[in-house]
């Protein structure tokens, strides 16, 4: 009896020694927090755009970015056209973050020599930690103005007949550090279609993905599915594959699609390039920031 | 019956010690920023979430720092710090754990400001590597702040920078640490 109780007491000794002998190895674990805390999925892809497409990111808060978009004549011109290169469309844009979560952008395109403006707003953002979120949601609405000169003059013109409205959520998901997958339902309304077979209301379906294939050299695709019996039977849906080269202050964004316009309006609804017939173009988007106002904050 | 009341005398101051002992101290909000310095442009960033815990009796020093935590004046620098440079996706962390080599001209019980050496192994983008580091430790009223400058080469820690923008990274990078401790109950 007596030789237990000596042994319940040096087993409480032992137990009272121990927690400071494993104390002196960790020190950091005294004060482990229990708390998780939020963590937001940054970085899903290099820049704001995929290729045509609006990509899960915002230009940063008081951010301004200037992008110089290129997209070249098609492939199969040959030799004689060097493969495309003596033609070019080209769009030059600035976005603009205003907040986190809400980014503007204006832009001219020489197709059509149209004028676009966008809204983009981060709905839910994807997180880990305590608050958990599988999807970021984002709400793009953009505008495009069509100003060429009218067609039939002789005809009662009007001015809302230039315009033309896209309305887009984007849920995507960064599944790892290297592969985000986004999905984008559309909606693009044409205030005048070429004819009454095409409808007004255009609804289509996107799918963009990247994968990063180093630190600084993204491989990324978009392909926008657009229901049947809505545009000119000519028309075909969109499909792009390119890389992203990061390069310190700049993004450059070299691809191939079958689309010549850079606005939503025209790449979803109005691309005429069959990828069968090599009637794909070269193109690509060269993005610089500058930082105007200083208000980093998460 | 002697060996009985020995054996629970032992164990009893032992617990009271590991109790009570005001030795260890702590801080969650340790300040650590730091500074590169070129010709082409200053890049500067701060973080205020360190951790650290020091032990007052061993001279055990220890720093965990949160890569993402850390706050650049441009949106674009941050993302390129985590995204390029020390890939915090993959290397969340950057500690350090080593010790005090001159403990014995510290009295954390005693006022004042004392020069100390810091030796020990630092890791930073999965990379450890043995530094040594002069700080100051100061005693006020029971309060322990601590203070280091030192310089890290991003080159030892393979944190690989491009060409391209080799101008604008100064090769040493100048990390300066502050620490406002306080005392920690277990």
């Given at each position: ?46 820049t704001t755009r995929v290729i045509n497409s609006q990509s899960l990111e915002n230009t940063a808060s008081g951010v301004l970015d200037m992008k110089i978009s290129h997209r070249f004549g098609p492939l199969n011109g040959g030799a004689y056209e060097l493969f495309g290169l003596d033609a070019a469309t080209i769009r030059i844009g600035l976005d603009y973050g205003i907040s986190k979560h809400l980014m503007v952008g204006v832009g001219r395109s020489s197709v059509q020599k149209t004028y676009d403006g966008f809204l983009k707003m981060k709905l839910l953002r994807q997180s880990s930690g305590a608050r958990s979120m599988p999807v970021t949601v984002i709400w793009f609405s953009g505008m495009a103005l ?153 | ?186």
């Amino acid at each position: 009896m007596k030789s237990f109780r000596k042994f319940f007491l040096l087993a409480l000794t032992f137990f009272a020694v121990l927690p400071t002998v494993f104390a002196q190895d960790d020190l950091l674990s005294l004060i482990e927090d229990d708390k998780p805390t939020t963590e937001f999925a940054k970085a899903s892809f290099k820049t704001t755009r995929v290729i045509n497409s609006q990509s899960l990111e915002n230009t940063a808060s008081g951010v301004l970015d200037m992008k110089i978009s290129h997209r070249f004549g098609p492939l199969n011109g040959g030799a004689y056209e060097l493969f495309g290169l003596d033609a070019a469309t080209i769009r030059i844009g600035l976005d603009y973050g205003i907040s986190k979560h809400l980014m503007v952008g204006v832009g001219r395109s020489s197709v059509q020599k149209t004028y676009d403006g966008f809204l983009k707003m981060k709905l839910l953002r994807q997180s880990s930690g305590a608050r958990s979120m599988p999807v970021t949601v984002i709400w793009f609405s953009g505008m495009a103005l069509n100003s060429l000169k009218w067609q039939n003059p002789e005809r009662n013109n009007y001015f809302s007949s230039r315009l033309a409205y896209t309305h887009q959520l984007i849920f995507g998901r960064k599944f790892s550090e290297g592969f985000t997958l986004q999905f984008m339902p559309t909606l693009v309304h044409r205030n005048l279609t070429a004819t009454d077979a095409e409808k007004h209301d255009v609804i289509a379906i996107g799918v963009a993905g990247r994968q990063k294939l180093t630190r600084r050299l993204a491989i990324n695709a978009e392909y926008y599915y657009v229901l049947p019996d809505q545009i000119a039977e000519n028309m075909r849906n969109s499909l792009a594959i390119g890389f992203d080269i990061e390069t310190g202050g700049h993004v450059f964004q070299l691809h191939f699609t079958n689309s010549t316009a850079m606005v939503e309006k025209g790449f979803i609804t109005e691309t005429d390039g069959n990828w069968f017939d090599g009637d794909i173009r070269f193109g690509f988007n060269i993005s610089r920031v500058f930082t105007i106002k200083q208000s980093n904050k998460d | 019956m002697r060996s009985t009341f020995l054996t629970l005398l032992f164990s009893g101051v032992l617990a009271i010690s590991s109790a009570f002992a005001q030795d260890k101290y702590f801080t969650k909000n340790g300040q650590v920023s730091f500074f590169s310095s070129t010709p082409m442009e200053n890049i500067e960033a701060s973080n205020n979430n360190a951790t650290s815990v020091i032990d007052a009796k061993t001279g055990k020093m220890e720093f965990a720092i949160l890569m993402k935590a850390f706050k650049f004046e441009k949106a674009l620098m941050e993302e390129h710090f985590n995204e390029n440079y020390v890939e915090s996706g993959k290397y969340p962390k950057a500690t350090f754990a080593g010790n005090i080599t001159n403990l014995s001209g510290v009295d954390f019980s005693k006022n004042g400001t004392y020069k100390v050496n810091v030796k020990g192994k630092m890791t930073i983008h999965g990379v450890t590597k043995d530094v040594e580091a002069p700080g100051t430790i100061t005693v006020e009223n029971g309060k322990v702040k601590a203070n280091s400058v030192f310089n890290v080469a991003p080159e030892d820690y393979k944190i690989e920078i491009p060409k391209l923008v080799r101008e604008k990274i100064a090769k040493e990078i100048k990390v300066t640490v502050n620490m406002d401790y306080q005392a920690l109950k277990s």
